[in-house]
């Protein structure tokens, strides 16, 4: 849709709702001079932007206003900033590079007709020459036009509606060109739960968008997406990258800037200030230093975030390799208050506790580097587990046995974390049984090590025994002696499923009885 359209909708809308818009009858909208680039044409975008937000008044209607400057500040980025193309011969990205699966469904997309695009972490991750760990795809084929061509195809998505494409060794992810969304398509939550319409976008009472499913062109799909560095599209069709920000001069100055307001990006999906710690950390940039300013101001939001997806998205943060410096930065911003509370507190009531944490969480990092995946259980006794321990001690010097002050903490700890990350049952009770069996593999001589070695949470209780601190001066016994033991049995560990956790052959079902209707005998 045009420029002069988007400005007709709005006004009919407005004058739906008796509010007068006053804006001038000159076009706003031209282009720059010469030919500016990257950062120039950034600033004249940007000075033009606050110009003709200056022009447009609504008499009556402030809120309104401020949502039309939003939609003048999109059409201006989309009508200046015209995508840089990086051709093949300029940029580094080979086909060789890609999955074989991505590959041909990018092929068969194209060969429908249809725009077909690498989109996202994995082209950003290939310009630094690092390895993608998943390729998403974007394309402006619909999800149920997807379906069609792909048999291997699921469409998942609430907020916004995806195309899971199964293959055997891998998932890709294919998404529909997301559109910048008009006031007429936003409705509040509210709303659409009491009407039988069909909405494509609704917000929160917040503003946070809890469904998206408006679609659009590359240039807006572009304009949707949380950073500039995740901004570029490498383009089957003539094998070239496509650059619809400022992404590629931000990737060469190691910066993390957002596409947009920060403040608006991170009111409508707050969980991009966690992808924003966790870029930096793990990809070695710098949030620019307005957004950092805007992230730490907005950190409560995070608590808005359903705990699911929280849940979801920490175990990027610390099971990737970067949980040191994301702690870090968590911490800085004040996102650790904000998601754990409980956490925050009893770390700084010691100067020696933020120590502990980061030196757990290091460890996390040591083994991933070394090829070992941290499990999602260890992640959590590594940042919970010290503060648990010592809850469970101060119980059991009141008098509590060990057993019944463990299982308390436990229940309350889950309690509180579930309200922020929703810490599947299976997991909690994993971590349980890592604490319960930690004075076992601290008694010295052990009772009985092989039983020990074999129970399924064994591993995980003793990488947790090497991340503690001062386990020597503490305790008879040491994670050495354990691995010394492994090293001399190394049948001692468990080979096959527990008995408890062998899945039972399912039950016969037994055969119903066959009620017999009581007819009444007729008396002659």
């Not at 086909?95 to 991505?102: D, E, G």
């Not at 390799?321 to 409980?342: E, M």
């Not at 648990?388 to 046995?401: K, Q, S, T, W, Y």
Request: net charge positive.
């Amino acid at each position: 849709m045009c420029i002069p359209q988007h400005l007709g909708r709005l006004s009919a809308l407005c004058r739906a709702s008796r509010h007068v818009w006053t804006y001038p009858k000159e076009n706003i909208f031209h282009k720059s001079q010469g030919d500016a680039r990257s950062e120039g044409k950034q600033r004249y975008v940007e000075d033009h932007t606050t110009a003709a937000a200056d022009k447009v008044r609504c008499k009556k209607c402030e809120a309104a206003q401020h949502t039309l400057v939003t939609l003048v500040r999109h059409c201006v980025i989309l009508k200046n900033m015209e995508p840089r193309i990086i051709p093949r011969k300029e940029h580094r990205i080979s086909r060789k590079q890609i999955s074989p699966n991505a590959l041909r469904t990018l092929y068969r997309l194209h060969s429908r007709g249809f725009i077909a695009y690498l989109v996202g972490g994995c082209v950003r991750d290939l310009l630094m020459g690092r390895t993608p760990k998943d390729f998403d795809i974007a394309t402006n084929a619909t999800p149920s036009q997807i379906r069609r061509l792909f048999r291997n195809c699921r469409l998942i998505g609430r907020r916004f509606r995806l195309a899971h494409l199964h293959f055997q060794s891998e998932i890709l992810e294919v998404s529909t060109f997301r559109g910048v969304a008009l006031p007429s398509d936003d409705i509040d939550m509210e709303e659409a739960n009491h009407t039988k319409r069909v909405f494509h976008r609704i917000k929160d009472k917040d503003g946070m968008v809890v469904r998206d499913n408006v679609f659009g062109t590359p240039e807006e799909d572009a304009l949707c997406r949380d950073f500039t560095i995740n901004a570029l599209a490498y383009n089957i069709a003539d094998f070239s990258v496509i650059d619809y920000s400022t992404g590629l001069s931000d990737l060469q100055q190691g910066l993390i800037r957002p596409i947009g307001d920060p403040y608006v990006r991170f009111t409508e999906d707050p969980v991009r200030m966690l992808r924003a710690v966790r870029f930096a950390a793990s990809h070695d940039l710098v949030i620019e230093p307005a957004t950092w300013e805007i992230l730490c101001q907005l950190s409560s939001a995070i608590s808005r975030v359903p705990p699911a997806r929280i849940y979801e998205e920490i175990q990027k943060v610390f099971l990737l390799g970067s949980a040191g410096p994301s702690f870090n930065l968590l911490d800085k911003s004040g996102l650790l208050s904000a998601l754990f509370p409980g956490l925050s507190r009893w770390m700084y009531q010691n100067n020696d506790r933020p120590a502990i944490l980061r030196a757990n969480l290091e460890y996390l990092d040591q083994l991933y580097r070394n090829g070992i995946s941290p499990s999602p259980v260890l992640f959590l006794a590594a940042l919970f587990g010290p503060s648990l321990e010592e809850e469970v001690i101060a119980n059991h010097r009141d008098g509590i046995p060990r057993e019944q002050a463990l299982n308390a903490t436990y229940a309350v700890f889950m309690k509180e974390i579930c309200k922020t990350a929703s810490v599947p049952g299976r997991v909690g009770k994993q971590l349980l049984a890592i604490l319960a069996l930690q004075p076992s593999l601290r008694r010295m001589p052990p009772r009985h090590p092989s039983s020990i070695a074999a129970k399924p949470e064994f591993p995980d209780a003793l990488a947790y025994f090497h991340l503690r601190p001062g386990t020597k001066r503490r305790h008879r016994t040491s994670p050495e002696w354990w691995d010394a033991f492994l090293l001399e049995n190394p049948s001692a560990t468990l080979s096959e499923p527990a008995a408890e956790e062998v899945p039972r052959p399912p039950k016969r079902r037994r055969k119903r009885r066959r009620r017999h209707r009581n007819t009444a005998q007729t008396i002659v």
